[in-house]
């Protein structure tokens, strides 16, 4: 994974682009160079949110990062990935709740930042619908936790969290406490047997307020800000407890409403403004009450605008925390010709609000020691409440960073902040020096182990090159045992750092040889939880091998490339003789992550590390947990890509077939590629493809003929 400063470098990077509209014409190679990063970035934060709920990045650094990648995509796009963030709706599920398939996809929003992108977004859907005249409904995008509700026979039955847009976590109790939400609803007097409505969970500013008085008065720790308080109420395992939250719920759209045939009757329903009102009708709490009320209805882009300016200038009237304006084609027949792509409705588009700022003091600056060396440069704040969060911490990227910013400690410098987690110091405020201030100097020793640090060519990280630094050697203990890699439970990061100071753990393999009597002596443990303790360690040997792939570490290898050299392998020690060339032949390795690779399982100290977890009885072997469950192994050996609009299936469909007959999905056209698949309007991969002998074109009839050779 890229240590933190390169990811903070890339977030600025993408973020001054984005801003000056450069990606529209971003060059080739320049693409080539900046996707892969960003697609890794984004995955590992999809991670730490969706599975960890533990975000470490703020959401509208989230949709830079997201946006320049979609962006660049769309250039490009011969050089899609399949495992890129924009060709799935984000992953990841709470393992507290039962789980339950939507009725139809929670997709995410794609984002607007400012005027140009709302114009250029209806230019796009005009050109979708053959159109100039379309109508828009005008909502406040509201700061919460994503809910879908589905009612039966008008009672509800079931509320779930959005969780990965296909699934969620069934949270019923939960819901029922929620008091704007109605145990009943007579949908049947409008032919509705069977409806899914979505909305937003949301604690109102007062509310929140005084629920923080609250917890001062009883010496308690203060909640951080309104989202992720509702987020966590939802999740709450005792539903009594939930009531304490003063939840409310805004629903804002019908998903899809089923007569008793299972006709749907949506379409019935005309506008997106007209199913909002009949919600409202019905007990619903809703944006707005009444279908024109407050011009929510626009009849141009121009109109759109002008709301937004005025919602912006009068964002902090509203009750509740909004952070955008969400814009949709009012007519659902419109939305139907649009459609959508696997992550959002083309239909709709959220204009994003601009960061909050405050302004407060540098009190200094620490520099912490990545798994890879990385050295990432922290700034401390004295403590400020910036959009309902008390903020002490920024991270300022890179040295690079510190000058460009000219950043002294004790300067007074101007913090912005839109989600909940990271904030960003914009600028220092120069003027208000008295002369007391000392200018930041990046160390040329590591913090940890006092190496020396260095720079590679074309990076921007400082990096401390000795592996057996302390400060290392603990975030890869951490990195190993964390859920997306060998997730031994137990072994947290809190615990991780309290056994390597304690010497309980100095290597990888000595969580395999603890001393769990000692341990038990600890203040904080007894017999049961060493028990759970050694029983989760003995159960991470069964892992899958992919598993252990990703613990390890290696730098740039995640979970598809790890899925990419299980392809090749029964067992990890094949890896010690394989080469570069060798590995760059596998699909979507390249020679960076190839010579990562190699200078890994070639290094005398990985080698041992891997002597001493076969040892310890960690599993080394792939197996069939390792292997995908197949329809049939039609496609078996076949490489496949998609190119132009496909009218048989969607892409994520094309995907499910190919990998579920054997085949796989490349990002590019090269001559590892055995078939494109051809839709309309076929552009720069087909171009490609032609060029190329050994890659035969199909339409979409000649695939699924393939795929369903009896039909």
């Given at each position: 994974m890229f240590s933190q400063d390169q990811q903070n470098s890339l977030l600025q990077q993408t973020k001054e682009l984005l801003k000056n509209s450069q990606l529209k014409a971003i060059e080739k190679a320049e693409a080539e160079n900046i996707l892969p990063q960003l697609r890794q970035v984004l995955n590992f934060h999809d991670w730490l949110y969706y599975v960890l709920s533990e975000p470490q990045i703020e959401d509208i650094d989230y949709d830079y990062l997201f946006d320049a990648l979609k962006i660049s995509e769309e250039r490009f796009p011969e050089l899609i990935s399949p495992d890129s963030p924009t060709q799935r709706v984000a992953r990841g599920l709470s393992e507290d709740f039962p789980t339950v398939s939507h009725l139809v996809p929670m997709l995410s929003l794609q984002k607007a930042y400012n005027n140009e992108d709302l114009r250029d977004w209806e230019t796009s859907i005009k050109?979708?619908?053959?159109?100039?005249?379309?109508?828009?409904?005008?909502?406040?995008?509201?700061?919460?936790?994503?809910?879908?509700l589905i009612?039966?026979?008008?009672?509800?039955?079931?509320?779930?969290?959005r969780g990965n847009g296909t699934t969620g976590d069934d949270i019923t109790n939960n819901v029922k406490t929620i008091?704007?939400?109605?145990?009943?609803?007579?949908?049947?007097?409008?032919?509705?047997?069977?409806?899914?409505?979505?909305?937003?969970?949301?604690?109102?500013?007062?509310?929140?307020?005084?629920m923080n008085k609250e917890k001062e008065a009883a010496g308690e720790k203060l909640?951080?800000?309104?989202?992720?308080?509702?987020?966590?109420?939802?999740?709450?395992?005792?539903?009594?407890?939930?009531?304490?939250?003063?939840?409310?719920?805004?629903?804002?759209?019908?998903?899809?409403?089923m007569n008793e045939a299972g006709n749907d009757l949506a379409k019935q329903v005309v506008s997106h403004s007209k199913g909002v009102q009949m919600l409202y009708d019905l007990g619903f709490k809703t944006p707005y009450k009444d279908e024109k009320e407050d011009n929510h209805i626009c009849q141009s882009m121009d109109e759109v605008i002008a709301f937004c300016d005025r919602l912006r200038e009068t964002r902090d009237d509203y009750d509740y925390e909004i952070?955008?304006?969400?814009?949709?084609?009012?007519?659902?027949?419109?939305?139907?010709?649009?459609?959508?792509?696997?992550?959002?409705?083309?239909?709709?588009?959220?204009?994003?609000?601009?960061?909050?700022?405050?302004?407060?003091?540098?009190?200094?600056?620490?520099?912490?020691?990545?798994?890879?060396?990385?050295?990432?440069?922290?700034?401390?704040?004295?403590?400020?409440?910036?959009?309902?969060?008390?903020?002490?911490?920024?991270?300022?990227?890179?040295?690079e960073f510190i000058k460009e910013k000219d950043l002294h400690i004790g300067d007074q410098v101007i913090v912005e902040?839109?989600?909940?987690?990271?904030?960003?110091?914009?600028?220092?405020?120069?003027?208000?020096?008295?002369?007391?201030?000392?200018?930041?100097?990046?160390?040329?020793?590591?913090?940890?182990?006092?190496?020396?640090?260095?720079?590679?060519?074309?990076?921007?990280?400082?990096?401390?090159?000795?592996?057996?630094c302390p400060a290392q050697v603990e975030e890869r203990l951490i990195h190993y045992v964390s859920k997306g890699a060998m997730d031994i439970r137990g072994l947290g990061r809190d615990i991780i750092k309290r056994f390597f100071k304690d010497g309980f753990i100095q290597r990888i393999p000595d969580i395999y040889h603890l001393d769990y009597a000692k341990i038990q002596e600890l203040e904080g443990w007894g017999e049961r939880s060493v028990a759970k303790l050694k029983e989760s360690i003995e159960a991470s040997k069964d892992q899958p091998l992919s598993k252990l792939i990703i613990g390890l570490g290696i730098r740039e290898v995640g979970r598809g490339t790890a899925r990419n050299l299980l392809e090749a392998i029964q067992s990890l020690e094949e890896l010690q003789n394989w080469t570069v060339e060798q590995l760059i032949e596998l699909p979507d390795i390249g020679p960076k992550v190839a010579?990562?690779?190699?200078?890994?399982?070639?290094?005398?100290?990985?080698?041992?590390?891997?002597?001493?977890?076969?040892?310890?009885?960690?599993?080394?072997?792939?197996?069939?947990?390792?292997?995908?469950?197949?329809?049939?192994?039609?496609?078996?050996?076949?490489?496949?890509?998609?190119?132009?609009?496909?009218?048989?299936?969607?892409?994520?469909?094309?995907?499910?077939?190919?990998e579920s007959n054997g085949g796989k999905i490349l990002s590019a056209v090269s001559k590892k590629l055995n078939y494109l698949v051809v839709g309309e309007k076929a552009g720069s991969k087909l171009k490609k493809a032609e060029k190329i002998e050994t890659v035969s074109i199909l339409t979409e009839e000649e695939f699924l003929a393939m795929v369903n050779p009896a039909t």
């Open positions: 050109k979708l619908i053959q159109q100039e005249e379309v109508e828009y409904a005008i909502e406040p995008k509201y700061d919460g936790a994503s809910l879908s009612y039966e026979n008008d009672f509800l039955v079931r509320g779930a969290t008091p704007t939400v109605p145990l009943s609803a007579p949908f049947s007097k409008y032919g509705i047997h069977r409806i899914e409505v979505r909305g937003e969970v949301v604690i109102s500013k007062q509310k929140f307020e005084q909640y951080s800000n309104s989202r992720n308080t509702a987020s966590g109420a939802l999740r709450q395992k005792d539903s009594s407890k939930v009531m304490d939250k003063k939840l409310e719920a805004f629903v804002y759209q019908v998903g899809v409403a952070d955008g304006i969400v814009i949709k084609i009012n007519s659902l027949e419109l939305q139907e010709l649009c459609g959508a792509t696997s992550h959002h409705p083309r239909w709709a588009i959220a204009l994003k609000f601009d960061a909050r700022q405050a302004v407060t003091t540098l009190e200094n600056v620490e520099f912490q020691v990545g798994r890879t060396g990385a050295i990432t440069p922290v700034a401390k704040l004295a403590t400020v409440n910036l959009a309902g969060a008390n903020i002490s911490n920024a991270s300022l990227h890179n040295e902040r839109a989600g909940d987690v990271i904030p960003y110091i914009v600028q220092v405020i120069p003027e208000k020096r008295d002369g007391s201030q000392v200018p930041v100097t990046f160390p040329e020793n590591c913090p940890s182990c006092q190496e020396k640090v260095e720079k590679t060519e074309g990076e921007a990280v400082w990096r401390c090159v000795n592996t057996d010579a990562n690779i190699v200078e890994f399982f070639q290094n005398e100290k990985s080698q041992q590390l891997l002597a001493d977890l076969k040892a310890a009885g960690v599993n080394m072997k792939k197996r069939a947990v390792d292997q995908p469950k197949l329809d049939s192994n039609l496609l078996a050996g076949k490489t496949f890509l998609f190119t132009g609009t496909l009218q048989q299936f969607t892409r994520n469909d094309a995907k499910k077939m190919v």
